[in-house]
């Protein structure tokens, strides 16, 4: 049996995607067992635990353990010092490890080692969208979900607009672009109204005042540097899964989790497309 250490790197969805890929693997494959390192830090400020019901994320074969310094990916911070402890205890180390195999090919790759060590923020293998509906969040957060999603119809979009720290996607995803997709839907369905989940609260109020009566959010007050931030994206997440279509971002695993949590059409606004919601599968 191969034994894996799956250190999870990134966001939120970034680590979901790749845990839940890493669950998937492990049952199809009974000759596999991963156990997954989640570190709480700046970019995710909330163990899993605190976030989710164990009981959705957990497997015969599947675990999450505490996160240590012999699990950090090497870097020039620390000298790759880890890396090279790491490699009296494990076979392989696949860093920043990025693929596009099926769980039979990942499988046949990682069989011909005893004890490997991965760390990603991507699916290991092609994983089904369901996987990401097992996800049950706590019950406090569940209630928050209950209450703002209460008034969503079928005419409910929902707009996720990634904006400060992501830089590719404040470029291909410009804010003239989201403006102007809302116009659009709003021309193709007078009763259209938007869920809008961002991190940037001056952009809220830039469609507020545009929009007046169409966009309705959360009130945030975190980062996801803190608890309360990474609750409040789980919301935000599970929100916009519950709308009728999906208005993303480019380059944001946000925006795509959203989208298969929820099974949604979606059109991602970037330079490439018209920005047309026309254009979104029904």
């Given at each position: 049996?191969?034994?894996?250490?799956?250190?999870?790197?990134?966001?939120?969805?970034?680590?979901?995607?790749?845990?839940?890929?890493?669950?998937?693997?492990?049952?199809?494959?009974?000759d596999?067992?991963?156990?997954?390192a989640?570190?709480?830090?700046?970019?995710?400020?909330?163990?899993?635990?605190?976030?989710?019901?164990?009981?959705?994320?957990?497997?015969?074969?599947f675990?999450?353990?505490?996160y240590?310094?012999?699990?950090?990916?090497v870097?020039?911070?620390?000298?790759?010092?880890?890396?090279?402890?790491?490699?009296?205890?494990?076979?392989a180390?696949?860093?920043?490890?990025?693929?596009?195999?099926?769980?039979?090919?990942?499988?046949?790759?990682?069989?011909?080692?005893?004890?490997?060590?991965?760390?990603?923020?991507?699916?290991?293998?092609?994983?089904?969208?369901?996987?990401?509906?097992?996800l049950q969040?706590?019950?406090?957060?569940q209630?928050?979900?209950?209450?703002?999603?209460?008034?969503?119809?079928?005419?409910?979009?929902?707009?996720?607009?990634?904006?400060?720290?992501?830089?590719?996607s404040?470029?291909?995803?410009?804010?003239?672009?989201?403006?102007?997709?809302?116009?659009?839907?709003?021309?193709?369905?007078?009763?259209?109204d938007?869920?809008?989940?961002?991190?940037?609260?001056?952009?809220?109020?830039?469609?507020?005042?545009?929009?007046?009566?169409?966009?309705f959010?959360?009130?945030?007050?975190?980062?996801?540097?803190?608890?309360?931030?990474?609750?409040?994206?789980?919301?935000?997440?599970?929100?916009?899964?519950?709308?009728?279509?999906?208005?993303?971002?480019?380059?944001?695993?946000?925006t795509?989790?959203?989208a298969?949590?929820?099974?949604l059409?979606?059109?991602?606004?970037?330079?490439?497309?018209?920005?047309?919601?026309?254009?979104?599968?029904?």
């Open positions: 049996m191969t034994h894996i250490t799956l250190v999870l790197q990134g966001g939120l969805c970034n680590r979901l995607r790749a845990a839940l890929s890493a669950l998937w693997l492990t049952e199809q494959f009974s596999c067992r991963v156990e997954v989640w570190a709480v830090s700046a970019e995710c400020a909330a163990p899993l635990h605190r976030l989710f019901e164990p009981e959705t994320y957990t497997g015969e074969r675990s999450v353990r505490p240590n310094w012999f699990y950090t990916p870097c020039r911070a620390n000298l790759h010092i880890p890396g090279l402890l790491r490699r009296f205890s494990y076979d180390q696949w860093v920043n490890f990025r693929s596009n195999l099926t769980a039979t090919q990942l499988s046949q790759c990682i069989a011909v080692h005893r004890r490997l060590y991965i760390s990603t923020g991507y699916d290991l293998c092609a994983t089904p969208d369901d996987m990401w509906r097992r969040p706590l019950p406090h957060l209630r928050k979900i209950e209450a703002l999603s209460r008034s969503f119809s079928r005419h409910t979009v929902g707009l996720h607009i990634r904006r400060t720290d992501n830089a590719v404040m470029a291909h995803s410009t804010e003239p672009m989201f403006f102007e997709a809302i116009r659009r839907t709003i021309s193709e369905d007078p009763m259209a938007f869920f809008l989940a961002t991190d940037d609260n001056s952009l809220k109020d830039r469609l507020y005042e545009t929009f007046p009566d169409r966009i959010t959360q009130h945030c007050r975190g980062s996801r540097a803190e608890l309360r931030g990474i609750e409040e994206a789980v919301i935000d997440l599970f929100c916009l899964a519950r709308t009728s279509r999906l208005l993303g971002s480019y380059w944001s695993s946000f795509d989790a959203a298969q949590l929820g099974n059409p979606l059109l991602i606004i970037d330079n490439s497309t018209s920005c047309s919601t026309s254009e979104i599968p029904s």
